[in-house]
């Protein structure tokens, strides 16, 4: 099932989430749906504050290969980084440039309980860092310049100010 995706001006998208505790159906049936509602939206990544989940767990998907990570760390990041321009389901329309570390390697849990390890670089390093600043309470807006972000947030508001 979809779920809603929240948008600038939640406040859930500020908010840090809180570790997963108990892995059971509930938890497997969330990341099913936020892998569903993540394709059904055409996104490559989906945190759970971003649908009003105040859990850490994420989903990715880039070209075959889907992920869901449960209390996911991020246990060494490459001195490498790249600037390349990022969007978010969560801020229609924005697209600002963000520099990140090329290459991670995550450690977490699958939704079943089943410790796992990713080797991520480039597009898959980038879109788990984007979801894990998610699980922070952080946006790309904050990731971004001063400049980028101003503009990001004119749009925003036009936007916002249209749909009235």
Do not use: W
Not at 24 to 47: P, W, Y
Not at 82 to 89: A, R
């Amino acid at each position: 099932m979809a779920l809603e995706i929240r948008t600038f001006g939640d406040p859930v998208l500020r908010s840090a989430a809180t570790p997963v505790e108990g892995f059971d159906e509930a938890l497997s049936r969330l990341a099913e749906d936020m892998l569903v509602s993540m394709r059904e939206h055409e996104g490559v990544g989906l945190a759970a504050t971003q649908v009003g989940r105040l859990k850490r767990i994420f989903v990715a998907g880039l070209e075959d290969e889907e992920y869901a990570v449960v209390n996911p760390v991020i246990e060494s990041r490459s001195q490498e980084t790249e600037t390349d321009t990022e969007g978010c389901l969560s801020l229609p329309g924005v697209q600002v440039e963000v520099e990140r570390p090329v290459s991670i390697i995550v450690t977490g849990y699958d939704p079943s309980g089943e410790m796992i390890r990713i080797e991520a670089t480039e597009l898959l390093a980038r879109i788990i860092q984007h979801e894990m600043d998610h699980l922070d309470g952080i946006t790309i807006l904050e990731r971004t310049d001063r400049e980028s972000r101003r503009e990001a947030m004119r749009g925003l508001r036009e936007r916002m100010l249209a749909q009235r």
